[in-house]
């Protein structure tokens, strides 16, 4: 069984910075990718961006310039550093893992970030 750890979360004022931090419970090497997810109150969980196993890294467009997703191979985490956030940046971040095959997707537990205006 996966387990994805995400840590980080927090309150920050717009403008500011967090990094989250997602532990996973085996190789990250294991996972075809793995990626950050949010969710807004009342909005669907959308894509904020990922890392491919070979790391390559895509972005919405909405956080481009502003996210970066790093990893640390010898401690099977994956980071999302956030700068320059605004207050539409709050939501639950979610940590995900996917395998091809067989097709498995795994998620975290989930972390709150609020940005103040």
């Known amino acids: 069984q996966v387990q994805l750890v995400e840590s980080g979360g927090g309150l920050v004022q717009a403008g500011g910075s967090l990094r989250l931090s997602c532990a996973a419970s085996r190789t990250i090497f294991s996972f075809n990718d793995m990626g950050w997810y949010r969710q807004a109150p009342g909005k669907q969980r959308e894509l904020v961006g990922s890392?491919?196993?070979?790391?390559?890294?895509n972005y919405a467009d909405s956080v481009k310039g502003r996210f970066t997703i790093s990893r640390d191979n010898a401690k099977n985490t994956i980071y999302l550093q956030m700068n320059s956030l605004k207050p539409e940046d709050t939501a639950v971040y979610y940590c995900?893992?996917?395998?091809?095959?067989?097709?498995?997707?795994?998620w975290g537990q989930g972390t709150q970030v609020t940005v103040s205006s």
């Open positions: 890392i491919m196993r070979g790391g390559s890294t």
């Open positions: 995900n893992a996917n395998l091809y095959v067989p097709r498995n997707n795994y």
